[in-house]
């Protein structure tokens, strides 16, 4: 196993102890890393650019707005109520400035705009149904409003680097777009001082509607790779833009192949005049100001094509490097195409049905409980979920050799799936790919690549190619999985399915553009009313006060700034609970002030939480041993207030040796007891401590036949009692 960066031990102590002192926190924010920046890259030529909110104050209605920020709406109120009209049983009993929805409607026409809509009918010698319109807008202007989004403020990187683990530069390491070896060799053809942003697109067809009329929809969706890989990968971050609707024509030809090759040479002549401006502002670059007002001279190289295979040019760019291998369809969909189906064959689906359906439901992975050889619609997360589970449940039922291959495919797709990977991460992929090639002959041997009526006894399996391309793609792009087709997939609900709902279920693409169009219109404006309410409302005296007693309190962790602060809210994320903070505070507070025990703590790199009121309480302690099956609680309990006193509360190892102690007799200034049957435990991220992961909840129920666990409910946890063994690298 390769060495990786994790939260080390110190070695002196045998046991984990739990940290009431708050030294977790000592070293919060330092970085072992060694970064090499691209000099001369990412040069600010002026800061007097054009931001997004100079543009809000360049409106046509902006002399109206000084006496009313929220005009078209008469009030504040009216434009809180206008964002909740759709909900509102009736608003006629309102006093609003307008009495219906058309005049409603009428109100987005006079906000701010962003990238206009154009439509471009296409020419064809061959006879369609219908005429052959385009949908577009200029992805220049696409890419500079994402790059001025003031949203994305702290949210951008404008400078190739190189990461290391260490100052002696041993081991690369790669996650950003920036960081890999592409954006440093685009960044070498340009000018000094030009700043490299790279173009993220995205087209993959979806059916508009599922049930009637088979409608679908050829989306192009246009990103921005320099955004921060945790904000632009998150479904709610809004970081693509749809930047056309590709027509999809119905041809009359007789014949079925000459329609195919005609839709795509359709789809090229479409996408040529999409691209045809971002072509040439890559080859001769472009002013554009960042969202602070930094004038920058800006060059668009194509970073990722999300797409399943397409030939494509592009200034700067390289089909081979932009065109990376995909997690959604060709990791996770190649596993439920091909992986699980020669474990269905080779153990039967019966035995891997039952397998799983007896298996204890995990708070956070879905159950099975009616296997799943017959799934019909699986979505991706479902192949994820399958594949935490595929080697445990094989295992003792197929032969070694087989179990060895599929072993080795898994760890190919969980290592690929790293946010941050380092040469010794990538060298591990590729023996992991090569303990597969050793050991796939035995798939074919017994029949387990199955076709429609015979087995195949070939690797024509153009995914299982693309997997020798991992690690060629991590040096070149970065950590592959911020390319997965996850978040452009689910753009396609806020960008066409939620739009086309809205229609009258006939000719969708320009009522689609024309509800997008508003629905944006309505984004930037709540946007630039809300930063501009918070600017005002800085000035006063309250809003000071309330700042310094911010900065009087060290504890306090939340966001200050309005703009990300902004982003939480209109993209309403899931901010999720920190625990560390908590121990943090319950630290450094008076103790009067705190309820004992504490019900959070930390225990080396895991935080451990408890409900403030627990499960049962008054239970007599030989009663909790029998139900829960602990023979030997009375001796722990003792050995932990023996240990207690005489550490001062200092720390207590969950290591400790019970057998010793059964000799001596337990005493205990008490006999009964209060228990929790769920305790959460927090991580913060393996491949970086800065983030800290949601808490994953452990139950620990006794029998119950009424709770529906007549054998109780126990989740397993595996937990490191030596910290001189690093179980993640030793196996």
Not at 51 to 66: G, I, N
Not at 443 to 452: H, Q
Request: proline content about 6%.
């Amino acid at each position: 196993m390769s060495e990786v960066d994790v939260p080390q031990f110190d070695a002196e102590d045998s046991m984990m102890d739990v940290d009431f002192d708050g030294a977790h926190f000592e070293n919060e924010g330092e970085s072992l890393s060694e970064v090499e920046v691209y000099e001369g890259a990412g040069t600010c030529y002026a800061q007097d650019g054009v931001t997004f909110l100079d543009l809000f104050d360049a409106d046509e209605y902006a002399e109206c707005r000084k006496e009313n920020l929220f005009y078209p709406f008469a009030s504040k109120e009216e434009w809180e109520v206008t964002i909740f009209s759709c909900v509102l049983p009736s608003i006629h009993q309102l006093k609003l400035s307008f009495c219906n929805a058309k005049e409603l409607r009428s109100h987005p026409e006079m906000l701010p705009k962003g990238p206009s809509w154009k439509c471009q009918t296409i020419p064809s010698l061959n006879h369609t149904k219908g005429p052959i319109r385009l949908f577009w807008r200029d992805p220049v202007e696409c890419l500079e409003s994402l790059f001025s989004n003031p949203l994305f403020h702290d949210q951008l990187n404008f400078v190739p680097r190189h990461v290391y683990m260490t100052s002696a530069r041993l081991l690369h390491v790669y996650s950003e777009w920036l960081t890999g070896d592409s954006a440093w060799e685009i960044q070498d053809q340009l000018p000094r001082g030009a700043t490299v942003l790279g173009t993220v697109l995205s087209s993959d067809k979806t059916n508009i509607t599922n049930m009637t009329g088979a409608r679908v929809a050829h989306p192009l969706l246009l990103g921005l790779a320099n955004i921060h890989m945790n904000t632009h990968t998150k479904l709610s971050s809004r970081a693509f833009l749809l930047t056309a609707l590709l027509p999809i024509p119905q041809y009359l030809h007789s014949n079925p192949w000459m329609r195919g090759m005609l839709e795509d040479r359709l789809m090229h002549k479409c996408l040529s005049i999409v691209w045809k401006p971002l072509m040439k502002a890559a080859e001769i670059g472009i002013m554009m100001s960042d969202p602070v007002g930094n004038v920058r001279h800006c060059f668009m190289p194509l970073a990722a094509y999300i797409v399943n295979t397409l030939e494509a040019y592009w200034p700067l760019a390289d089909p081979s490097v932009f065109l990376t291998p995909e997690p959604l369809h060709h990791w996770h969909k190649e596993f439920y195409d091909h992986d699980l189906q020669w474990c269905l064959t080779v153990v039967g689906a019966q035995e891997l049905d039952f397998r799983i359906s007896i298996l204890q439901p995990t708070t956070g992975y879905r159950h099975f409980s009616g296997g799943f050889s017959k799934l019909k619609q699986v979505t991706g997360r479902a192949h994820q979920d399958l594949q935490c589970y595929i080697v445990g449940l094989i295992a003792g039922a197929a032969p070694h050799q087989f179990v060895i291959a599929i072993r080795a495919l898994m760890d190919v797709w969980y290592m690929a799936q790293s946010p941050s990977s380092d040469e010794n991460l990538l060298a591990c992929i590729d023996r992991s790919l090569l303990i597969f090639h050793e050991n796939k002959d035995v798939i074919i041997s017994l029949k387990a690549w199955m076709g429609m009526k015979k087995p195949i006894n070939n690797w024509f399996i153009p995914k299982l190619e693309l997997m020798q391309s991992i690690t060629a793609s991590s040096h070149k792009v970065g950590a592959l999985i911020q390319w997965s087709a996850d978040t452009t997939e689910h753009a396609h609900i806020s960008e066409i399915k939620d739009p086309a709902r809205h229609t009258n279920n006939n000719d969708h693409d320009p009522q689609i553009c024309r509800h997008l169009d508003r629905q944006e219109k309505l984004q930037r404006f709540a946007i630039a009313t809300t930063l501009k309410s918070t600017c005002a409302d800085s000035n006063s005296e309250e809003f000071l006060e309330d700042e310094e007693d911010e900065e009087d309190d060290g504890d306090c962790d939340e966001l200050t700034d309005p703009r990300t602060v902004l982003l939480e809210e209109l993209n309403q994320i899931r901010i999720t609970t920190n625990y560390f903070s908590k121990a943090r505070q319950l630290v450094g507070a008076r103790c009067d002030n705190i309820s004992h025990p504490p019900r959070t703590f930390v225990a080396a790199s895991t935080t451990i939480h408890l409900n403030f009121d627990p499960t049962r309480t008054r239970l007599k302690i030989n009663e909790v041993a029998d139900d829960f099956d602990i023979p030997h609680l009375r001796q722990a309990l003792s050995n932990f207030l023996q240990c207690d006193a005489r550490n001062g509360e200092a720390g207590h190892g969950l290591g400790v040796p019970r057998r010793p102690q059964i000799d001596h007799p337990s005493v205990l200034p008490f006999e009964r007891i209060q228990i929790w049957h769920t305790v959460c435990l927090e991580q913060v991220s393996f491949y970086d401590a800065s983030v800290v992961l949601p808490a994953q909840t452990v139950h620990a129920s006794p029998p119950s036949p009424t709770s529906g666990w007549p054998k109780g409910r126990r989740d397993a946890v595996l937990v490191n009692v030596d910290r001189a063994y690093d179980c993640l690298s030793q196996g």
